[in-house]
């Protein structure tokens, strides 16, 4: 993984955000919404690969890379509720409409797996491996706390 890809990933999902964001509130047009769509499940891609790179970090005990890799899942999670306004459920999108009846849950769980990512961020600074692996898996497991009310099942 490149820099450029580390660096400018992330911000381009956040600029997405930022540029989509004032439209919302002033009628929401479908073509704006989808693409807000494409760029939720781009993202959801990127934190995935992130999370391998964590993975295969600690393994090598590289953890300044280990520390990026957190940092961006940290970042692109932050995002997930900017990137998930009502009516961007379209196609074979996995989104339940729960979201949007429980929208503030969903952004705090979106903050909390944010703030956990910084965790296993600075414990890869401090290159406490034992720390790295606890909130690495504190981490996982708040992949699923969004994914289990909020995701539904893929389909076959
Ligand atoms: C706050 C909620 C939330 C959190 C936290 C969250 N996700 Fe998701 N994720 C979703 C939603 C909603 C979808 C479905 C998006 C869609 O299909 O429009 C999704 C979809 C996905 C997908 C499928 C993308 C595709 O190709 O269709 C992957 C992979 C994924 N998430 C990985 C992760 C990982 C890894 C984490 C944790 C580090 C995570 N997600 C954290 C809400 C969340």
Not at 16 to 37: I, K, M, N, Y
Not at 41 to 69: D, F, G, L, P
Not at 108 to 124: E, P
Request: a positive charge; charged letters at 30%.
């Amino acid at each position: 993984m490149g820099t450029w890809k580390r660096v400018c990933a992330p911000a381009f999902v956040v600029l997405a955000a930022v540029v989509f964001l004032p439209s919302f509130s002033a009628g929401q047009d479908e073509q704006t919404l989808r693409g807000v769509q494409r760029v939720r499940v781009r993202t959801m891609k990127s934190i995935s690969r992130a999370m391998r790179r964590v993975k295969v970090y600690t393994k090598k005990a590289n953890y300044e890379r280990v520390a990026a890799a957190a940092e961006e899942i940290a970042l692109l999670s932050a995002a997930i509720p900017y990137l998930s306004p009502k009516g961007s459920a379209f196609g074979k999108t996995r989104i339940k409409a729960e979201v949007w009846s429980r929208f503030d849950d969903y952004s705090k769980i979106a903050r909390d797996s944010a703030q956990i990512a910084r965790d296993v961020a600075k414990a890869a600074q401090a290159k406490d491996k034992s720390a790295v692996l606890k909130t690495f898996s504190a981490l996982s497991d708040s992949c699923t706390q969004c994914h289990k009310p909020y995701r539904k099942k893929k389909r076959k």
